[in-house]
């Protein structure tokens, strides 16, 4: 089991970048949250969504909300698909990035959620079964992600089907299921990555919750499972699974 490393342990460069990427991210988050108060989006959900999302996506996501998803602010993507062709393309893959964020709202939830968990309750999951305490958080984490991603879906699914309660959660399930599977793979991969590998070779150790260089990491994993995930969406929605957004 490798040393969980400190502040003092990381150069004072990562530490900084991982401090000005987390504050724009977080700025982003506030000020989406204020504009969703402020203009509401048709679909209730993406009023938790969108908020949720920038503090992976930060300047680059606020973007795409304020050309795309921003109440008011652009066409929709069912009014650009009779547009020719090509608007038409364009607005599947906005309607897939958006959907995306949707499932990935969920793994963001899930995933901060277990580690203030496991941070308060280590013992949730006895790092001694597994020889390295990061895996429990990427155990309650994706647990949690799904939850989560279920309990959004069904926000976004039973309204538009019109379903009940287990209806709606079996549908819900279905149509996330494979999408956030896709997502955390990809998020847990990359971490894997830095922090069984990179992290304990150049410096000695991983980087822990308490520092800013691991949530700065995570930044970077989200991405990644969104690119992982985009794929999986797509696919949900051509075949029916999962509906539009």
Same mark, same amino acid.
């Given at each position: ?80 698909? &009779? ?47 597994? &020889? &390295? ?58 971490? +894997? ?12 150790? &991983? +980087? ?38």
């Amino acid at each position: 089991m490798s040393t969980p490393l400190t502040n003092a342990d990381i150069p004072t460069w990562v530490t900084g970048i991982a401090i000005v990427s987390l504050a724009l991210a977080i700025m982003c988050a506030g000020w989406v949250a204020v504009d969703v108060v402020r203009r509401p989006q048709q679909m209730g959900v993406m009023n938790v969504v969108w908020p949720v999302v920038m503090l992976f996506g930060s300047v680059a996501w606020l973007a795409f909300y304020l050309r795309f998803a921003r109440e008011g602010s652009s066409p929709r993507a069912s009014e650009q698909e &009779h547009e020719g062709q090509g608007r038409g393309r364009a607005a599947r893959i906005v309607s897939t990035a958006t959907g995306t964020n949707h499932c990935g709202a969920g793994c963001t939830l899930g995933d901060l959620a277990a580690d203030v968990l496991m941070a308060l309750f280590p013992a949730l999951v006895p790092v001694a079964l597994l &020889h &390295h305490e990061v895996y429990g958080g990427w155990i309650v984490g994706t647990v949690l992600a799904f939850a989560f991603g279920v309990v959004l879906q069904y926000f976004a699914i039973a309204p538009m089907r019109q379903l009940g309660l287990a209806q709606g959660l079996l549908a819900a399930l279905k149509a996330d299921a494979a999408s956030i599977a896709a997502w955390q793979v990809g998020m847990i991969g990359f971490m +894997a990555i830095v922090q069984l590998a990179v992290l304990p070779l150049w410096l000695g150790g &991983h +980087a822990p919750p308490s520092t800013p260089a691991y949530w700065f990491f995570m930044q970077i994993a989200m991405v990644i499972g969104f690119l992982c995930s985009y794929p999986v969406n797509a696919w949900l929605i051509r075949r029916g699974v999962k509906e539009p957004m």
